[in-house]
């Protein structure tokens, strides 16, 4: 049970953060509005466990990345993006299939996104990604890899090595039918891992795909009835609601520019994962995400030049 005035212990270990998942090319468009409207669009890094892994790094943690990407020009780009942001490639595989890639229409709300699936769901679980896992004190997936096999199982395993080494698990339940294989339950699915992990961050967008519409506060309630430990919903503008069953909190964002939407989730995740590493209470690590995240939303693209958590703190006034 989590107590949010408290810190979350962690095993001292060579990496703090693994992020286990897709790595993609983000295509954005040049101009807001619809995609019909649209005639160019800038390639940029992305994927939400790659963007978290180079976040924290800038923030001042240790992280690493295990991802699958094609043998093509735009996986040599993102590897060549992940050796200039400092990162450690030798847990990205590269695959006989296209990198994959998301289409997004630059927007000052919530991105609508085009799917371009391929190299992304053939990572595969083998000796270099366990000892990577087992080298490390915080786990963190999304539902990408869990779409489709082979990666789903590779994350399986990832899950059942990780909780045997308790190790902390951070799941984004960011499900969408348009990434799921056509004639399966991934809501089911998705619903099944809940109880699996220990952190879920969902956003109302995530909760309403999972269960319908409904209040947030009654959306949380489904996830803890579904075992969570501790969920994080976040609300765009509104904030968030936190609970672990006993306690429950509002937080208010603290974005106050917005450029560009794309990789905010990303950016929370990044600045409450390095508060926690770093020993912060788990009330504070959720006020230093909406910081960085706030930070993230005055610029373009997913990943942008992030300081450290501590100046982002005094920035911040936390």
Wanted: glycine residues 8%; negative net charge; aromatic residues 8%.
């Amino acid at each position: 049970m989590f107590d949010l005035n408290m810190a979350i212990p962690l095993e001292e270990k060579p990496n703090d953060l693994l992020t286990v998942g897709e790595l993609l090319v983000d295509m954005i468009s040049d101009d807001y509005g619809d995609a019909l409207g649209c005639d160019g669009y800038t390639r940029y890094f992305g994927g939400a466990p790659s963007n978290i892994a180079i976040n924290v790094n800038k923030l001042g943690i240790r992280s690493h990345i295990v991802s699958a990407v094609g043998k093509d020009n735009f996986g040599t780009f993102l590897l060549e993006r992940l050796q200039t942001a400092g990162m450690d490639i030798s847990g990205v595989q590269r695959v006989d299939e296209s990198t994959s890639m998301v289409v997004i229409t630059k927007s000052q709300g919530t991105p609508i996104p085009i799917f371009y699936r391929g190299a992304d769901n053939e990572l595969a679980y083998n000796d270099a990604l366990e000892q990577a896992l087992l080298s490390s004190k915080v786990v963190h997936f999304s539902c990408w890899p869990i779409s489709k096999a082979p990666s789903r199982h590779t994350v399986e395993q990832v899950i059942e090595k990780a909780r045997e080494h308790k190790l902390l698990i951070g799941f984004d339940p960011n499900y969408h039918p348009l990434i799921w294989q056509k004639g399966e339950d991934g809501v089911s699915y998705v619903k099944s891992m809940i109880s699996k992990v220990d952190i879920i961050k969902p956003s109302e967008d995530d909760a309403e795909r999972l269960f319908g519409p409904s209040p947030p506060a009654d959306q949380v309630e489904r996830f803890l009835e579904l075992g969570a430990k501790l969920v994080v919903m976040t609300l765009g503008k509104e904030g968030a609601i936190v609970s672990t069953g006993k306690e429950t909190v509002t937080l208010e964002t603290m974005a106050t520019e917005i450029e560009d939407t794309t990789g905010a989730g990303d950016a929370f995740w990044s600045g409450f994962y390095a508060a926690v590493v770093k020993g912060y209470t788990i009330q504070k690590a959720l006020e230093l995400g909406f910081a960085v995240s706030a930070y993230k939303l005055k610029y373009m693209g997913a990943v942008v030049n992030l300081p450290t958590l501590e100046a982002l703190k005094k920035q911040f006034g936390l």
